[in-house]
Nanobody, 127 residues
Framework: QLHLVESGGDLVQPGGSLRLSCAAS????????IGWFRQAPGKEREGISF????????YYRDSVKGRFTISRENAKNMVYLQLNSLKPEDTGIYYC????????????????????WGQGTQVTVSS
C-alpha cells in the first residue's frame, strides 16, 4: 500500500519561499499521478497543483500560477512543490495525494479521485 509523508512546511514571511516534499513508500511512485492540496483555516480543502506519472502533464490553480512549481523525481519516490512569493492567503495545511487517474485541469481538486493521502504539513505566511 502507498504511504505518503509531506514535509517542509514552516513559518515564513510574505514574499518568502518554501519547498514542500512528498515522500512515497510501499509502492513505486511512478504508478501514480500526484496532486497537492491545501486547506486554509475555516475553508474547504482545494486542489492547487497536479502532476502526471511521468511529469508530462502539469496543472496549477489560478491563484498559484507563476508562483508555485510542482516537480517529481520518480527514482527517489519524491514529489515537490516549490512555493515562491508567498502571501498570507497561502497559509494552510498542505497535503499531497495520489491518484491512478489522469485528471483534467477542471478535476484536479476532486478529493474522491485520489486514493491515498499524506498527513499534511503546515505552511504559515505571516510577518
Amino acid at each position: 500500500q502507498l504511504h505518503l509523508v509531506e514535509s517542509g512546511g514552516d513559518l515564513v514571511q510574505p514574499g518568502g519561499s518554501l519547498r514542500l516534499s512528498c515522500a512515497a513508500s510501499g509502492v513505486p511512485l511512478d504508478n501514480y499521478n500526484i496532486g497537492w492540496f491545501r486547506q486554509a483555516p475555516g475553508k474547504e480543502r482545494e486542489g492547487i497543483s497536479f502532476i502526471s506519472r511521468r511529469g508530462g502533464t502539469i496543472y496549477y490553480r489560478d491563484s498559484v500560477k507563476g508562483r508555485f512549481t510542482i516537480s517529481r523525481e520518480n527514482a527517489k519516490n519524491m514529489v515537490y512543490l516549490q512555493l515562491n512569493s508567498l502571501k498570507p492567503e497561502d497559509t494552510g495545511i498542505y497535503y499531497c495525494a495520489a491518484s491512478v487517474h489522469l485528471l483534467s485541469e477542471a478535476t484536479i481538486g476532486l478529493g474522491p479521485m485520489y486514493d491515498d493521502w499524506g498527513q499534511g504539513t503546515q505552511v504559515t505566511v505571516s510577518s
